[in-house]
């Protein structure tokens, strides 16, 4: 069965530290990756995609994500978090089913940033 | 411009009422989206219009039933829903269904439907 998967239900890191919240996943065909965040009472914001190509992938507010094929990984990071950066993160990828292309969406890891 | 509007923002209804939910894009994208979310939890997929053509429906029981009037516009209409239908519905749309996996989802900031 397709899947990804976000081991995390929450990840703690102090303002100005380095964040990292990791993203697994088993999909069919070419794996093609994303990115949403979402802060309180709001929808979800795209942060970056990967597709094909360049392995470290550059996205909104600072975001990157590092796709790792052999270990069909796909994690979100940054080099100094934010307190701003406190928000529900959700990693998804395509579901390949013949006309039936959607979205897989992991659980979701809530990242808190300590001032 | 990248915006998803939905309305309304906040719904209360009751179980015998009749109500519906409203979303709009004006970014030329044909293909749109119904998702509900509960709580904390990833949003779930329920339909997919694809060029104002209902193309997924995720086994949604039939009290929500989706309108697409065109192709910036799309309706969910609620109808004796449950207790358990509390949650924020989210719209979303992207570019075409048929390279859905290329094109970012653009999300509304959903509305959240209490049922009494």
């Known amino acids: 069965a397709q899947s990804v998967a976000q081991p995390e239900d929450q990840v703690n890191v102090a303002e100005g530290n380095p964040l990292t919240v990791k993203c697994t996943y088993s999909?069919?065909?070419?794996?093609?990756l994303f990115w949403y965040v979402q802060y309180p009472n709001r929808g979800l914001q795209f942060l970056l995609k990967?597709?094909?190509?360049?392995?470290l992938v550059k996205g909104s507010y600072g975001f990157e994500a590092e796709f790792n094929k052999s270990q069909t990984s796909f994690h979100l990071k940054k080099p100094s978090a934010l307190v701003s950066d406190s928000a529900l993160y959700f990693c998804?990828?395509?579901?390949?089913?013949?006309?039936?292309?959607?979205?897989?969406f992991g659980t979701g890891t809530l990242l808190a940033v300590q001032p | 411009d990248t915006e998803v509007t939905q309305t309304p923002k906040h719904l209360v209804m009751g179980m015998t009422n009749k109500k519906s939910l409203k979303c709009e894009q004006h970014?030329?994208?044909?293909?749109m989206y119904w998702y509900k979310q509960k709580a904390k939890k990833p949003p779930e997929l329920m339909f997919v219009?694809?060029?104002?053509?209902?193309?997924i429906n995720e086994s949604v029981p039939s009290r929500f039933s989706p309108e697409c009037p065109n192709s910036s516009l799309l309706n969910l209409h609620l109808h004796a829903l449950q207790p358990e239908d509390s949650a924020l519905y989210l719209c979303?749309?992207?570019?075409?269904?048929?390279?859905?996996?290329?094109?970012?989802?653009?999300f509304g900031a959903g509305t959240r439907l209490s049922v009494l």
């Open positions: 979303a749309s992207s570019q075409d269904k048929r390279t859905l996996a290329k094109n970012i989802q653009y």
């Open positions: 999909v069919s065909g070419n794996p093609y």
């Open positions: 990967y597709i094909t190509g360049d392995n």
């Open positions: 998804a990828g395509r579901y390949y089913g013949g006309a039936t292309n959607k979205l897989i």
């Open positions: 970014m030329g994208h044909r293909a």
């Open positions: 219009y694809s060029y104002e053509k209902l193309s």
